[in-house]
């Protein structure tokens, strides 16, 4: 077993790790305590590693929530995205394992695989309040447990505020004693150029659902900001001419949603007014394009 360091100021950087759709960004978001890495229930949402700090008057959480490991699709996307996972792993104090309470499959088992031996390694069974028979979750975890020595086992639910405090608590002796890494105020070391393509790339999968592939993105072309107002100039980026209308809707009436609903996030997360132009592009072949992929802010 990992032994906590001692006593004092402690800060260290933790992964979120664990296949698609088990919750990373969702937890990632309440041990920030703010909405820095979106949520969607498409697979494949979380795109690059997102930091989240949280600092307490003892310690300083530095959170990384990685993509979720892609197995079964190699296109120059999915290899970065891997990549961004891989990376991660070997630069972190302590490691998130993220599994579905109840559920461990062929995918988790590659993700479990690709952890370094001896890292601080939590095993977080997410989503508890999903399973009807809470007596189960302990016998599971244990099973769970025999594949690898965890350093502690953590059912929870990441909508619930006292499971976050509790997961809080049991990360912080793991972390090493330091001096904090950022300012007390600083939520996220991403740009607000990025964090606002994010958002506007959420509205789009949440309002295509199924129906637009995840071979879409969002490219801020110009970001200006005059006073308290923030002028936001936006590409949603799709492959094809019918995922084009996907986005735009009948008389337009989609992108106009997903525009309102980007645009009202930005203005809680900047404080204050955003104007927000939206515009939509096909572009043939993207995600399997290598050097298009870097000119895009991929890894």
């Known amino acids: 077993m990992n032994t906590p360091a001692p006593t004092g100021f402690r800060c260290g950087m933790i992964a979120i790790v664990g296949r698609p759709n088990v919750g990373k960004s969702t937890l990632m978001n309440a041990l920030v305590g703010q909405k820095i890495s979106i949520t969607s ?5 979380t795109r690059h590693r997102i930091t989240g700090i949280n600092t307490f008057d003892d310690a300083q959480f530095v ?7 892609q197995t079964r699709h190699s296109t120059a996307l999915n290899r970065s995205l ?25 995918d988790d088992q590659k993700v479990l695989d690709l952890i370094p031996p001896g890292m601080p390694t939590l095993l977080i069974a997410n989503k508890i309040d999903r399973v009807n028979d809470k007596a189960s979750l302990f016998p599971f975890m244990q099973k769970v447990s025999e594949l690898r020595e965890f350093t502690e086992l953590v059912p929870l639910s990441a909508q619930k505020p006292e499971d976050i405090k509790r997961l809080l608590d049991t990360i912080k002796p793991y972390l090493p ?3 904090p890494i950022y300012g007390e105020d600083e939520l996220t070391d991403r ?18 659902g199924d129906e637009l592939p995840y071979t879409s993105t969002v490219l801020i072309d110009k970001f200006e900001e005059e006073g308290r107002l923030k002028r936001i100039f936006a ?13 735009i809707g009948k008389k337009g009436e989609k992108l106009k949603q997903i525009s309102t609903e980007a645009r009202m996030d930005m203005e809680k997360l900047f404080d204050g007014p955003v104007y927000l132009e939206t515009f939509v592009k096909v572009k043939s072949g993207w995600a399997d394009n290598e050097a298009g992929l870097r000119a895009y802010g991929y890894e």
Request: hydrophobic content about 45%; aromatic content about 10%.
């Open 177 to 179: 004693e330091g001096e």
């Open 191 to 208: 740009s607000s150029r990025f964090l606002a393509a994010e958002i506007l790339r959420e509205k789009v999968f949440r309002w295509t």
């Open 82 to 106: 891997n990549r961004a996972v891989t990376s991660t792993l070997t630069s972190v104090d302590v490691i998130l394992f993220v599994i579905e309470a109840g559920r461990f499959g062929p």
């Open 235 to 247: 590409t949603i980026l799709v492959e094809r001419d019918s995922h084009k209308a996907m986005v």
């Open 63 to 69: 959170f990384v929530d990685t993509p979720g490991f």
């Open 41 to 45: 229930r498409k697979a494949q949402t």
